[in-house]
């Protein structure tokens, strides 16, 4: 788990995670920057990304769809419920 958006691609990249959990707030570059280059890295193509931030409501999760950027996002606080669901659906 990394909270720097750079040390978190590098950790990402070295790691090859079946997903990604991500905030929108970071130090160094937003969670949106961050997540257009895990999607752009040849290592990380195809890996799950999902936004898990309190920059957003859960009225506004619920009114968008879900998504933010066209990425699946949790509007915190989450219970342990949602974050199971989100994963199921994503690593099946």
Do not use: W
């Not at 750079?6 to 961050?34: K, Q, S, T």
């Not at 997540?35 to 890295?41: H, I, P, Y």
């Not at 957003?56 to 419920?81: D, H, M, W, Y």
């Amino acid at each position: 788990m990394e909270n720097n958006s750079r040390m978190a691609l590098a950790a990402a990249e070295e790691f090859h995670p079946d997903l990604i959990l991500l905030d929108v707030v970071m130090p160094g570059m937003d969670g949106g920057d961050l997540a257009s280059r895990l999607e752009a890295s040849p290592q990380l193509k195809g890996v799950p990304i999902v936004f898990l931030t309190a920059a957003a409501t859960k009225q506004e999760a619920s009114a968008r769809g879900g998504r933010i950027g066209g990425l699946p996002f949790l509007a915190k606080p989450v219970n342990t419920a949602e974050v199971v669901r989100c994963l199921k659906k994503y690593l099946g």
